[in-house]
């Protein structure tokens, strides 16, 4: 059986927890930023966990990382 391919995109972006997940950026935090409150600012800072819905579709993209 063939090895699965990477989706080099999605290696880029995603990396792995300790437990598996998947640690992800949050949207809306790169330009614009002037009318953008600092709590929500602050908020977008933080990383986020893909949830639990699109993991499987996420392993797929990047099974081996």
Request: hydrophobic share 30%; aromatic share 4%.
């Amino acid at each position: 059986m063939p090895k699965i391919k990477t989706n080099r995109g999605a290696a880029k972006r995603f990396k792995r927890t300790g437990t598996g997940k998947l640690r992800r950026r949050r949207a809306f935090d790169n330009h614009i930023l002037t009318k953008k409150s600092p709590k929500r600012k602050r908020r977008l800072a933080s990383g986020a966990l893909v949830s639990d819905a699109d993991q499987p579709g996420m392993d797929r993209l990047i099974p081996y990382i």
